[in-house]
């Protein structure tokens, strides 16, 4: 794929304007979709390109939609997880400040599909430019008759609203999402029912992310057919890997879904700056497994990545080179976790705590060798045991960390200091929760 799709945008002036936009083809999809389909065909062909979604589950988006009930008298709602707080994920961020349109034309066609007249953006609190952009796009979009009543004269209605969150992690998972638009603390819900049968204020209703929405249109204008032949069978199409950290040239790649996480990082960012070595990739975001420098030659999609020992989640890949305390990395990580944690499950509240304490004392130098196999005791403990997957979450980076760099971590107990700064610093930065 040498074409951008999701990114065509780029260095454009004015992209995310509703002039611009259509003077380069936007709404074309729209119109298409409401005058040549009905709206289980647009399911079928969703379900047929094999769009997976793409904000860290990996779900068919078609068999999603399907999981609708067939006959409802309750309304039907969708939800667009734009959340995006995700450590080293910055991909829907992107179509949201500069290419809203193609975002709300996926919204469009989708509510045709589902039966939907009202979505909700649900948009991370920390975007307040991006609201703005997307608040001024849906403007634009009803001033033009793309939303409100009779869209496109096709007789479907739809209004969208933007919901912006407070600042919570935790809203990234879709039932903590919905009970926040309902106006409660972000608790997710016990599953089933799932979503699709009991949702927002207990009706039908489908969440999917930004990313996911964004392809929709592609699907509907070059058909499913076209989309299957970008990347593997089992997950095909574009995709946006975020890299950050230790690369040349970091920033959001749309590359087909699979590239070589090799290629990533040294074709397309340039490797790894200053002569140093790499060290360790983190390739879907704080929450997954970590992949040492022996393990970066994986294709970059869904089974792939699971196949090696991780997961693609949301594609956020963060780049450590040999200059990097993977002790304190971890403590960086197992702290955002502690934070974010909603506190709703005892294993999670209490764990995710307790993992960030033991590692501040190996990061200060006054850990014990017994505290490795304790960090793996309070994951394994946590892990699958809670309503949401945050515990999961906090306790696979620590499990794969400790698994990986076993010597780093007990070198930092045989010496009484972290070995990559000053014994001082270590115990100031710990005291302190840095």
Same mark, same amino acid.
């Given at each position: ?213 964004? =392809?929709? #249109?592609?699907?509907?204008?070059? &058909? ?8 593997? @069978?089992? /997950?095909? +199409? ?106 709703? =499950?005892? #294993?999670?509240?209490?764990?995710? &705590? ?8 190996? @990061?200060? /130098?006054? +850990? ?67």
């Amino acid at each position: 794929m040498s074409e951008r799709v999701l990114l065509r945008h780029r260095g454009i002036p004015d992209y995310h304007t509703i002039e611009v936009y259509e003077r380069h083809g936007g709404y074309e999809a729209t119109r298409k979709a409401l005058r040549d389909f009905q709206p289980g065909e647009l399911v079928e062909m969703v379900k047929s390109s094999g769009l997976r979604g793409r904000g860290g589950a990996g779900f068919p988006t078609g068999l999603k939609w399907s999981f609708l009930p067939k006959q409802t008298e309750k309304p039907v709602y969708l939800c667009v997880n734009a959340d995006e707080s995700e450590p080293g994920t910055f991909k829907d961020r992107e179509i949201i400040e500069f290419d809203p349109h193609q975002l709300l034309e996926g919204i469009i066609i989708t509510s045709y599909a589902i039966g939907c007249h009202k979505a909700f953006i649900y948009i991370r609190g920390e975007f307040f430019f991006g609201a703005k952009v997307l608040n001024r796009a849906i403007e634009e979009a009803r001033a033009k008759g793309y939303l409100g009543k009779n869209v496109f004269g096709s007789g479907l209605d739809l209004d969208v609203v933007v919901h912006r969150g407070a600042g919570a992690y935790i809203c990234g998972e879709e039932t903590g999402l919905i009970e926040s638009i309902e106006g409660k603390r972000a608790y997710p819900r016990v599953k089933p029912p799932f979503p699709a049968t009991y949702g927002i204020f207990g009706s039908p209703t489908i969440v999917n992310n930004v990313e996911t929405l964004a =392809c929709v #249109p592609h699907i509907v204008s070059r &058909g499913p057919a076209w989309f299957k032949s970008i990347g593997p @069978e089992k /997950g095909p +199409g574009p995709k946006l890997y975020c890299v950050s950290g230790h690369v040349e040239r970091p920033g959001i790649y749309e590359l087909p879904m699979g590239t070589p996480l090799r290629e990533i990082l040294y074709t397309h960012c340039g490797g790894i700056p200053g002569g140093r070595k790499l060290k360790a990739v983190i390739p879907g975001g704080s929450s997954v497994p970590i992949f040492t420098a022996n393990e970066i030659d994986v294709p970059m999609d869904f089974d792939s990545v699971a196949k090696a020992g991780s997961l693609l989640g949301s594609a956020g890949i963060i780049v450590m080179d040999d200059s990097t305390c993977m002790v304190r990395a971890l403590e960086v990580i197992s702290r955002f976790y502690h934070h974010e944690s909603c506190g709703q =499950c005892t #294993p999670c509240r209490e764990g995710t &705590g307790w993992l960030h304490k033991v590692l501040r004392r190996l @990061e200060a /130098g006054t +850990g014990r060798e017994a505290d490795l196999q304790l960090l793996v005791d309070i994951s394994d403990n946590m892990m699958g045991n809670t309503v949401c997957v945050l515990a999961d979450a906090a306790a696979m980076p620590v499990k794969s960390f400790v698994s990986k760099f076993r010597d780093e971590f007990v070198e930092h107990v045989r010496l009484g200091r972290c070995p990559f700064r000053p014994l001082g610093e270590a115990r100031r930065a710990a005291a302190a929760g840095h």
